[in-house]
């Protein structure tokens, strides 16, 4: 609901920026409403993407999985061992009183079971834990990816669905290298097993059974089918509705002040409304398939029992082989039976997966193959040589813009809301490319260089500052991890964070609060301040700074600002007009043109538009230092506001 910038300049924005896609159109944008009664189209998972992403999973993981492997046949074999004795117990101990064969029978069963105990267990340690592992891995990769993905992309996604894709979907993987997968194979290998040891025992009641189950696996296919595309969406909508909480829980203090707590409640009322429609409809699917195999199951017992007993009569089969064929024919029929549930949780893994390929698939910024030049230490001569920009195709927001900043000048854009001041900042950050022209830095043209060596020379300070839930020294840290002390008192003292935060108990260790909700709008700027001064940078943005604080506040961090200007190229948008009034240039942006362009005793004497823009907001209140363009409207008889 409310989203911001970091302000650093060691990597770019995570998260959607203030230099957003104002042109971007609604209808263009994925459904924004936890709550939309347009449900997403059931998609199903794309299996060309996924068993090659699969296999690169297992692949590192060979070894693994082959010894897992040959300890699960070992399992399934041992498992196998106490129904196989029975016929011997039966037919040769209580049939034929040979009790010498007991101990026999009693100590291979007991070695058999302890076996299968033991491989169990080195099964679930091996395979359960490697199983995290690879959540873990996968959750790294994607955040990773994430954050090397361009700022549209966060245009258009929200950062709670983001957290859910990142999070949530590849949950179930961990059955593709756990023990979903180990009693998938097991399952078949027992149900292979049972079926040779079977027809060994009687071939007529093997095959009989034999084809119904298969007649019984065409329609588990089918369902599987069916099901699949369930679990897909069901990513998606529970994405969907932790955006949207997220952004409730982060918006709750303006959510109290409108008195919309109901409003809210409704909207993730009607998005858990549909995810459990969802949800649902799984279950059905998975109860449908679940009275099949009950069906199927009885089915096969009965046929069992009369072929068995009139085979038993006709002396074709023992008493003992009889109960050995029942017990080993639960032994085919109960994995194929738990197919359903294992198929189930494989599908979902392969939902999950499907959906982490897709995020990993979105192309990251520098992948261009222009990308090529790497800057160094940047004198910070900006230009713009005929830029034009749009966010969409054939509707441009920017036409033809051509102005040049020198290193250690400060060039202020000023403009009506909507005017293209933020997109030419956004320009200047590298979160978008030009159409047409060039965007040149130290005459290098910036589509070609790799944003990570132009970034970590670029410094943002935000209207809006975000600050981590964690320490006052952790948040000024974070543009630059290893400064030494001296370093960081300096950047403190400089910025004014020392005055407040040495009075507080904890000191610099005070924890802030999530996006700094423990300290004043004014303890929160200095700190972004702080944080800038720090990083050093050699081209600086300057995005509204202070232009929601008190006159108290702006002239207390005012100072720490004319530091970090010093030396550097400074852009700044919508400042007080006491920064704007010292700006070596001044741009005055309307419509996507630089309509008027000079210092500003120049373009006051002009008496154009930045005359027209100044005269109105100083006009409004002596002391309320507005940016020129950015104050409420006056309506004058003699002119027209544009």
């Given at each position: ?339 359903v549930s294992i198929g189930t949780q494989l599908t979902e893994a392969a939902a999950g997966l499907d959906r982490t390929s897709e995020l990993l698939s979105e192309q990251t910024e520098d992948v261009e193959p222009g990308r090529i030049h790497d800057l160094g230490g940047l004198r910070g001569e900006v230009a713009f040589d005929n830029v034009t920009f749009a966010y969409d195709p054939g509707k441009s927001v920017l036409h033809g813009i051509s102005f040049q900043s020198h290193p250690g000048t400060v060039t202020a854009l000023v403009g009506s809301s909507g005017s293209g001041k933020s997109t030419i900042i956004s320009l200047v950050c590298a979160f978008h490319t030009a159409t047409s022209g060039q965007v040149l830095v130290d005459g290098v043209d910036l589509a070609t260089v790799r944003l990570a060596s132009y970034r970590s020379q670029l410094g943002v300070v935000l209207q809006e500052t975000f600050l981590f839930d964690g320490t006052i020294r ?169």
């Amino acid at each position: 609901m409310f989203r911001q910038a970091y302000t650093s300049n060691k990597m770019p924005s995570i998260g959607p920026s203030s230099f957003g896609a104002p042109g971007m159109k609604a209808a263009d944008r994925p459904s924004r409403g936890a709550g939309s009664s347009d449900a997403p189209a059931k998609q199903k998972p794309n299996l060309n993407r996924v068993l090659p992403e699969m296999w690169q999973l297992m692949k590192p993981r060979r070894l693994l999985l082959g010894g897992s492997f040959l300890l699960m046949v070992i399992n399934r074999a041992s498992g196998l061992v106490l129904p196989a004795s029975t016929r011997y117990l039966i037919d040769n101990v209580m049939g034929q009183h040979l009790l010498s064969q007991l101990p026999l029978i009693i100590g291979v069963v007991v070695t058999a079971t302890a076996v299968q105990g033991i491989t169990s267990y080195t099964l679930t340690q091996l395979l359960s834990k490697e199983g995290q592992r690879l959540i873990a891995e996968l959750r790294i990769k994607a955040q990773q990816h994430i954050g090397r993905l361009p700022v549209a992309f966060y245009d258009a996604n929200r950062t709670g669905a983001l957290v859910a894709r990142i999070m949530t979907d590849v949950e179930g993987v961990r059955n593709l290298i756990g023990t979903g997968i180990i009693d998938f194979l097991g399952g078949l290998l027992t149900a292979l097993f049972a079926f040779g040891y079977l027809i060994h025992l009687s071939v007529q009641m093997t095959v009989v059974t034999f084809i119904i189950l298969v007649i019984f696996g065409l329609i588990l296919q089918r369902a599987f089918k069916t099901i699949r595309p369930i679990f897909r969406e069901r990513s998606k909508i529970n994405s969907e509705v932790t955006g949207r909480l997220t952004e409730s829980l982060g918006g709750v203090r303006v959510i109290k002040g409108y008195h919309a707590e109901e409003s809210e409640a409704r909207v993730f009322a009607a998005g858990a409304h549909r995810l459990l429609a969802n949800v649902i409809s799984s279950l059905t699917a998975q109860s449908l398939m679940s009275l099949a195999s009950t069906v199927v199951l009885g089915v096969v017992g009965a046929l069992v029992m009369y072929l068995g007993a009139h085979q038993v009569v006709d002396a074709r089969l023992t008493t003992g082989g009889y109960v050995t064929y029942v017990m080993f024919l639960a032994f085919m029929i109960a994995p194929i039976v738990q197919l359903v549930s294992i198929g189930t949780q494989l599908t979902e893994a392969a939902a999950g997966l499907d959906r982490t390929s897709e995020l990993l698939s979105e192309q990251t910024e520098d992948v261009e193959p222009g990308r090529i030049h790497d800057l160094g230490g940047l004198r910070g001569e900006v230009a713009f040589d005929n830029v034009t920009f749009a966010y969409d195709p054939g509707k441009s927001v920017l036409h033809g813009i051509s102005f040049q900043s020198h290193p250690g000048t400060v060039t202020a854009l000023v403009g009506s809301s909507g005017s293209g001041k933020s997109t030419i900042i956004s320009l200047v950050c590298a979160f978008h490319t030009a159409t047409s022209g060039q965007v040149l830095v130290d005459g290098v043209d910036l589509a070609t260089v790799r944003l990570a060596s132009y970034r970590s020379q670029l410094g943002v300070v935000l209207q809006e500052t975000f600050l981590f839930d964690g320490t006052i020294r952790e948040n000024i840290l974070f543009s630059h991890p290893t400064a030494t002390k001296g370093q960081f008192e300096e950047a403190c003292r400089i910025a004014r964070v020392d005055e407040f935060a040495e009075r507080f108990p904890e000191g610099y260790e005070t924890i802030v609060g999530e996006r700094g909700v423990k300290l004043s709008g004014g303890q929160r700027q200095r700190l972004s301040i702080a944080r800038a001064i720090l990083a050093d940078p050699r081209i600086l943005i300057l995005d509204e700074a202070t232009s929601s604080l008190d006159s108290e506040s702006e002239a207390m961090i005012q100072d720490g600002l004319n530091h970090l200007m010093k030396g550097r190229t400074t852009f700044v948008i919508a400042h007080r007009l006491s920064t704007i009034r010292r700006a070596e240039q001044i741009l005055v942006i309307e419509a996507g043109n630089v309509v008027e362009r000079g210092t500003h005793e120049s373009l006051y004497a002009l008496g154009g538009r930045y005359y027209d823009l100044y005269t109105r907001q100083h006009g409004l209140e002596t002391n309320l230092f507005l940016a020129p363009g950015e104050g409420d409207k006056i309506e004058e008889p003699e002119t027209t506001e544009v």
